[in-house]
Structure formats: C-alpha cells, structure tokens
C-alpha cells in the first residue's frame, strides 16, 4: 500500500475552491485499497520553516510519497494518479502564474553564477508534452518520494531555507530544486494533470496556450 501525506502550508487561508477539490482527492483515494491518502493542512507564517516541519512530519510518520499542494490550486480528483503514473522521484505538475503574463512555473535553467549577469534562470515557456526534465519549479502541486526527501536534508540540511548569493535570493521552492539537484537528484515534470491556479481566473494549460497564440498573432 503507497501511504501519501497531502501536505498544504497555508500562510492566512485557503481558498474554498481549493478546499473543495483537496477533499475529493481525499474522498477519491478512500474507494482505492491500494493507496491510504492523509491531508495535513498546516498554518504557518515562514513559509520555508513551514516547508521544512511538514517534511519532517512526513519522515517521522514513515509515508512513502508527499504532494505538495498550495492553498490556491483548483485540479482534478485523479491528479495524484497522473503524478503517480509519471513514475519520478520528484515530479510537478506544470503550474501556472494566476497573473498576466501566465508563465509556467517550470524552469528550463536554474544556476547561479558569480555576478547576475553570470545567473541562468530561464522559465520553460515552449515546454513539450509529455514527462520532461526541469531544473526547477514551483511546488504549488508536486509529489515526491519521502525517501528521497530524507536525502537531500541528510546532505543539505534545510533544503527549502533560501539559497542566496550576493545579488540575489531564491524563494523556498528555487532553493529545495537547487539543493535537490545538488544532492544528485533530477526533478520532472508532466503536462498531463489539468492545475488552475486560483486568481480572478482559474489559469490552466489552455488559457497559457491561447495567450500565447494571441501573443503570436
């Protein structure tokens, strides 16, 4: 049996639509005997600390895998199938920004250099269909192998603390990617799971792609 932890860090709220949909996963995962789905809905305010005590949980409880999803994501009840199928040990879902222009959360290139000049960080914006190797994401819905979490703390230690140099700091989610690969482990992505990102419109996979033909025309 894969035993999942369903991690939500929540900063203030989280949204009613949101809500809605993490609990027909959860409701979805009941009729699968194959599969025991537990939802941590945490609060916090620092949200790499927040980050970093839900992974601990997730060590200490011994579950196999933990989807990560942020507060403000609408989505199917079989995403956590889709990320499954993809067979990774750290996949996200490709997540988009819910302001214009709409980007993916995905990153063809994440490295710091020594000057900004010398940084390559590049969003994957004609990213391909299918499972692709990214270099970074967002962690608004990606799942991970526990066991591989445990690693890159062991050879990191607070693998979502921001990375900085010395003209720029990286998010915690940046940072988790940029010690994850760090620690010798490569991080995936799937365009199959459909993921709106909560905003004055929901943006999905379709909206970013007729944006882009507008953009185009």
């Not at 989280?14 to 009941?30: F, G, N, Q, T």
């Not at 499972?131 to 066991?147: D, H, R």
């Not at 990286?170 to 988790?176: C, H, N, T, V, Y």
Request: proline content about 4%; glycine content about 4%.
């Amino acid at each position: 049996m894969k035993k999942i932890m369903v991690a939500v860090p929540t900063r203030e709220y989280i949204d009613v639509d949101a809500e809605k949909c993490i609990r027909r996963l959860e409701k979805d995962s009941w009729l699968n005997k194959d599969m025991q789905v537990d939802v941590e809905l945490v609060p916090g305010t620092v949200i790499h600390d927040l980050r970093f005590s839900m992974a601990e949980m997730a060590i200490k409880n011994k579950y196999d895998y933990i989807l990560w999803i942020d507060s403000d994501m609408v989505f199917s009840p079989f995403v956590l199938y889709d990320l499954l199928e993809a067979d990774k040990d750290i996949v996200t879902a490709v997540c988009f920004m819910r302001r214009a222009p709409y980007e993916p959360c995905i990153y063809q290139k994440l490295r710091m250099g020594a000057t900004l000049e010398e940084d390559q960080i590049e969003k994957y914006i004609n990213y391909p269909e299918g499972v692709f190797e990214v270099e970074a994401c967002g962690m608004a819905m990606c799942l991970m192998k526990v066991v591989v979490l445990e690693d890159i703390i062991r050879k990191t230690g607070q693998p979502f603390f921001p990375v900085k140099s010395n003209h720029r700091t990286l998010g915690e989610d940046l940072s988790f990617c940029y010690n994850a690969r760090k620690a010798g482990h490569k991080i995936w992505a799937t365009s199959k799971p459909i993921v709106g990102h909560i905003g004055k419109v929901n943006i999905d996979a379709d909206s970013y792609k007729a944006l882009r033909r507008y953009k185009n025309d």
